[in-house]
């Protein structure tokens, strides 16, 4: 029974910052690519940040490069995203998803298909 939990979300003003957290259990954590999607209500989903520990790959996406940090801790199986300087337009909800497919972990984010899928956490940036 794999699982992943999102945590971390909420209200903050532009310019603040947020960590999200992912847990995992049900499988082999640091065998997979671990990604966080986005998807704001009316647009497409976006692929922000993915990690594959084994290999050292890591991608940002361009719109958040500079102010986002993924980053992993192999004893707790948990993924955080780090957001800084978050603007309105980074108002979404936010998922992480696992896959065993390491090479799936780059420029092709937004449109790899990922075999699972935490519940999501709302994140909202307003003043």
């Known amino acids: 029974q794999a699982q992943l939990v999102e945590s971390g979300g909420g209200l903050v003003q532009p310019g603040g910052s947020l960590r999200l957290s992912c847990v995992a259990s049900g499988f082999t954590f640091d065998y997979y690519a671990i990604a966080w999607f986005r998807q704001a209500p009316g647009k497409e989903r976006e692929g922000v940040s993915c990690?594959?520990?084994?290999?050292?790959?890591?991608y940002y996406a361009d719109s958040v490069k500079g102010r986002f940090t993924i980053s992993r801790d192999s004893a707790k199986n948990t993924v955080y995203l780090q957001m800084n300087s978050l603007k309105p337009e980074d108002t979404a909800v936010y998922y992480c998803a696992a896959d065993p497919r390491l090479f799936i972990c780059g420029p092709a984010l937004g449109t790899s298909r990922y075999d699972y899928w935490g519940q999501g956490t709302q994140v909202t940036v307003s003043s």
């Open positions: 990690s594959s520990v084994s290999d050292g790959r890591i």
